[in-house]
Every structure is written in structure tokens, then in C-alpha cells.
């Protein structure tokens, strides 16, 4: 069946791509403008002289650090998450009796937690661990504060996996354990993959974690070190936005190879 | 304890009737405890410290003082915070308004499997790949009056559009849109894909144009995706900290100054910790009774597979 093309939706849609096309171009255009032009024809003036001397300011101030160290807190806020998300919500989809219920309705009213809200408490309990100004510092508050939707996703992906699967290990005399490493594991694997998008994007977009929890120079996450950019490059608009397109590399060349994994894991936080 | 009983019983009753085993090993709670003392130390009872300490006065160094339900009295009084509060407010629902039918519409859209669509959706992904902070600084330098866009296209942005409270938190709502609508939209495509095509040829068997199934197939099927949305629209709303600190620096003024804000310049700003823990427990009291309401109206707390019934 044939339908009409459908001119309403194509123009919204042409809008929209206006909306997101013309800031992105801008921001390319800025960052590859020596900053003695950007003065004089703004963000959107067709480019003459490109330059990636920008760049090379950005990355000789340290940045290559920072775009590390967020890597690897996002790598350990996704680590701590399966970590003790998994074995939860298998407890809660599989466990019976008041606790599966209860550990499940304490989760859900964690998601409410904004982590604004605790900031003041949780700084004084990373410090009393010892954590102030590392790295482990961001992970583990970062890893808490995305337990709650992790639960949720994970949960709701092993509520779909049948009855009879679990009641057929059973029989063969499987444990609890090795029902979850060999039937649950690999039959959620979805959820786990929309957890680990999910966790991994809260630990790169944090930026309260890291400006309360470090200090020094060796712990900066990207989020921070473009704030002190701000005041760092001041005038200079090319070098600050040039900053901006290099933070979203690593996330890009993602983006660029596993666009599918990446997006199907998003659209799984929605639940169904 | 009861009912936890019963249902066991009824459990193992069923399960002999197979004739399968008598006993079903589950896992216990200890299964579930590791990542529960964890929630507890870094949520929950920073949640208890917060409570505890907004009765108290502490400058950050010494022990704080517990001064009774001073700090309360006068958050009460404090007309700083109702106008935070009322900011946050605006805030919150002009985010709903713009975001939740740009993005129903758009995933919807790209729910459909045209090949321009599918190309078009790629481009609309990209601000997902930015982090709050880079979107914010990125517009901050874009709607500077002198060198930003307002110099080129004023017809457009006004003369200096972050300068009036107005212009200001039109200027959130806009770049929190611009970020955030394209992982909205993708919750609603992945639900509009989901949604049984014989649905649409039944109706279009009956007649029903587009416009009618819209309004009659997608969106009443999308009613769980949209209060997931909410609750993330919501929640990040109550957060959205970052992004003032950055585009508006809670200015003009303070006119953009919301709770979060306001909380964070009270307690790492001016070092009164014991007044900034009262804003954050109201702030705390606010996003429970959002989202208790919120799940309340989705069913999530049933705790049932959506496969069950099929």
C-alpha cells in the first residue's frame, strides 16, 4: 500500500533541521576561524581562512588528560553498575517474598533522588573515605545516583524472560548462580547494553560530581575543564569552541561505529 | 508475611502438578546487598545528612550546631527562595510544553522506515553527543549581543536576549530543548515502533485518515512512554544546575537563579551549609512527590512484564 508523502510532517521536519543544523554549523565554522576573523563576521560568515591552530592551543593546555580521566570514570561507573545492578535486579525478579518488593520500591523512589539535593552530605562522605580529589571520588557517587534507572531497565528486561526457562535449569540442578551467568546474562543482554549507554552518558555529562569532588589538575573531567576554559580563553571564541567540538570527540567516533548499539541503547531507557 | 506464604504454597502446588521438582532454588537477598549497602552509604543516607543537617548552623570547618528550626523559619520567610522556587517552576513546565510535543511529533516521525527519515534522524541525534556543559557554553558564545548571533540576526533574538529575565529563561528553555529533545524523541520513536501495525490497517479499513490515527492509535499508546519522559523531563529539570551555572550564571540578577542554583551559591558560594541544606531538602521533598506521583500514574510499582497477557 501507497501512501502520500506527507508535506506537514517534511516541513516540520525541514524546521527542526534548521534548529540543529545552524548551531552545529556555527560552532564547526567558529572553531576552525582564526580568532582575528571571528571578530569581525561572527559565527555564521562563510569561512575563508581555516585553521586548526585552535586545536593545537586546546590540546597543548592538558585536555588529552581530561578527555582520559572521563573515560575512565565512565568505564568504572559502568563497571560498578552491572556490578550491582545485575545481581539486584535478579533478586528482585527472581527472589520472592517482602524483600524482591521492597528492595524494587525503594529503587524506584531512589530515582527521585536529584543529586543536587545530597550534594552537601555525599561531600562530606567521600571525604571521610578518602576519596576528595580522585578519580573514585566521581565514580562511586556517580555509579549510585545511576543504580535506580539501571535497576529499572535490568529488571524489566529479566521479567521478560519465561518461567519455564528458569523452572529447566532448575531441573538440571543449576544454582541461583549459574541460572544468572548462563540463562540471565545473556538473555538481557539489551538491558544491559541500555544500562551500560545510560551509566556511561551520566558519568560523561556529570558536572556537579567533579566540580565539588576534585580540585587539582590531574582529576579534571572534560565537563570542568571547559568551565575553566571559560575563564581561561575569555576572549578568544574559536579556542573555547574548538574545546567544545573536541570534548564530544570521543563520543563521536562512538557515535560514527556502533551509531546502531548506541541508539537502540537509549531508546531502551524508556522502558516499554 | 502472609501472603508471601500463600503464594509459595500456591507456587510449589502449581509446580508439582508438573511434576516438576518440589523445591525451585531462588535466589536470595543476599543477592541484593552489595548494591544495597552501596545505595545506602551514597543516596540514601546522604538523604538522612541533608535532613539532619538543614537544623543545624555550619560554616563547613567546625562542628555544625544544631540550632532547632532556625534555618526553617527563615527559609520561610526568605522571598529569594519563592522566587527561585517560581522560576524553577516556569522552568519545569515551559520544558514540558516545548519538548513533549516537539519530540512526539519528531518521533514519530522517525518511527516511520523511509530512508530520508532515517538520514534526517542521524543529524537530529548529534546535540546527544555534546555534554550539557559544551551545549551551554556553545550557545553562551552564540548569544553573546557583540559577537554571538543576536549581531547578525537581531531580527530573530533581540538585541541581547540573555539580558531580560524574560529573554533569559526563554534561553534555557531553548537550549535544554535543543539537548535533550533528541534522546525525548528517541523514547518516542522506539515506542511508536512497537505499537501492533494492525492497529492502523484496521482503522484505515474503517476509514480513519492520519490525523485520526494520530490522535487515536499513536498518542493513547504512547500514554506510558510520555510519563516515562516526564519523570526524566522532571527530574532533570529539578538538576538542571549546570546549565544556568553556565549559560546565565543565574542572571540577570538572580532572576534566573533556580533552587538548585540558589542552593549551590548558599552552601559553595557563601559557606552556610545548615541554610543551603533546608533548600535542598525542599528541593528533595518536591522531586519525591513528583515522581511518587509520577510512577503512581504509570504502574511501574506493579511490578509485572509487559510480555504478560500477550
Not at chain 1, 91 to 111: I, K, T
Not at chain 1, 159 to 173: C, H, K, P, Q
Request: proline residues 5%; aromatic residues 12%; hydrophobic residues 50%.
Amino acid at each position: 500500500m501507497r501512501t502520500r508523502p506527507n508535506y506537514a510532517a517534511g516541513g516540520a521536519a525541514f524546521v527542526w533541521l534548521l534548529i540543529i543544523g545552524v548551531p552545529l554549523y556555527a560552532l564547526l565554522n567558529t572553531a576552525l576561524q582564526p580568532p582575528s576573523k571571528y571578530t569581525d563576521k561572527g559565527p555564521l560568515g562563510l569561512p575563508t581562512a581555516l585553521t586548526f591552530d585552535n586545536f593545537s592551543t586546546v590540546l597543548d593546555s592538558g585536555f588529552l588528560q581530561y578527555i582520559w580521566n572521563t573515560v575512565f570514570v565512565a568505564a568504572g561507573t559502568v563497571a560498578i553498575v552491572l556490578a550491582l545492578g545485575i545481581p539486584i535486579s535478579y533478586a528482585v525478579v527472581r527472589g520472592r517474598g517482602w524483600y524482591s518488593r521492597g528492595v524494587f520500591r525503594l529503587f524506584l523512589l531512589g530515582l527521585a533522588i536529584p543529586s543536587q539535593a545530597v550534594i552537601i552530605p555525599l561531600f562530606l562522605i567521600v571525604n571521610d573515605l578518602g576519596f576528595y580529589d580522585t578519580l573514585w571520588g566521581i565514580i562511586l557517587p556517580t555509579a549510585a545516583f545511576a543504580l535506580p534507572v539501571s535497576v529499572l531497565v535490568l529488571s524489566g528486561g529479566m521479567r521478560d524472560i519465561s518461567t519455564e526457562l528458569y523452572e529447566a535449569m532448575a531441573l538440571d540442578g543449576a544454582s541461583p548462580a549459574r541460572s544468572l551467568l548462563t540463562l540471565v546474562v545473556p538473555m538481557s543482554k539489551s538491558a544491559i547494553a541500555t544500562t551500560s549507554v545510560f551509566a556511561a552518558l551520566q558519568a560523561w555529562n556529570g558536572f556537579l560530581f567533579p566540580l565539588i569532588m576534585t580540585q587539582s589538575d590531574d582529576t579534571k573531567l572534560v565537563t570542568l575543564g571547559l568551565y575553566n576554559f571559560v575563564s581561561q580563553y575569555g576572549a578568544n571564541v574559536p579556542a573555547l569552541l574548538a574545546a567544545v567540538l573536541l570534548s564530544a570527540a570521543p563520543i563521536l567516533v562512538v557515535y560514527l561505529f556502533a551509531r546502531r548499539a548506541l541508539v537502540a541503547g537509549l531508546m531502551g531507557a524508556g522502558g516499554k | 508475611m502472609v501472603s508471601a506464604t500463600t503464594s509459595q504454597s500456591v507456587g510449589k502446588q502449581r509446580v508439582r502438578d508438573r511434576a516438576a521438582p518440589p523445591t525451585l532454588e531462588r535466589p536470595g537477598v543476599a543477592w541484593a546487598v552489595p548494591g544495597l549497602l552501596f545505595f545506602l552509604v551514597f543516596a540514601v543516607a546522604p538523604m538522612v545528612g541533608v535532613l539532619y543537617l538543614s537544623f543545624t548552623h555550619w560554616d563547613g570547618l567546625n562542628t555544625p550546631q544544631f540550632t532547632g528550626a532556625e534555618n526553617w523559619s527563615r527559609f520561610f520567610g526568605d522571598s529569594q527562595v519563592w522566587q527561585a522556587t517560581a522560576v524553577t517552576g516556569v522552568l519545569l513546565v515551559g520544558n514540558i510544553l516545548v519538548q513533549a510535543p516537539v519530540s512526539i511529533l519528531l518521533g514519530v516521525w522517525a518511527a516511520g522506515h523511509q530512508r530520508n527519515r532515517a538520514v534526517l534522524s542521524a543529524v537530529f541525534f548529534l546535540p546527544l553527543l555534546l555534554s550539557t556543559a559544551a551545549t551551554a557554553i556553545m550557545w553562551r558564545q552564540l548569544l553573546d549581543p557583540n559577537f554571538g548571533l543576536p549581531s547578525k540576526v537581531q531580527w530573530l533574538f533581540g538585541a541581547n536576549p540573555l539580558g531580560t529575565q524574560q529573554g533569559a529563561i526563554a534561553c534555557l528553555v531553548l537550549v535544554t530543548s535543543w539537548q535533550f529533545v533528541p534522546f525525548h524523541s528517541l523514547l518516542y520513536q522506539g515506542a511508536a515502533r512497537a505499537i501492533p501495525q494492525t492497529l492502523y490497517q484496521a482503522a484505515s479499513i474503517d476509514g480513519a485518515g492520519r490525523r485520526l490515527q494520530f490522535f487515536h492509535i499513536t498518542l493513547p499508546q504512547l500514554r506510558n512512554t510520555m510519563i516515562t519522559s516526564t519523570i526524566f523531563m522532571v527530574v532533570g529539570g529539578l538538576t538542571a544546575f549546570d546549565i544556568v551555572l553556565l549559560l546565565t550564571n543565574g542572571g540577570p540578577g538572580t532572576d534566573t537563579s533556580i533552587l538548585p542554583f540558589s542552593m549551590y551559591q548558599t552552601a559553595f558560594r557563601t559557606y552556610d551549609y545548615g541554610y543551603a541544606s533546608a533548600i535542598a531538602s525542599f528541593l528533595l521533598l518536591i522531586a519525591t512527590a513528583a515522581s511518587v506521583l509520577l510512577t503512581k500514574l504509570s504502574g511501574y510499582d506493579k511490578m509485572t512484564s509487559t510480555l504478560e497477557g500477550l
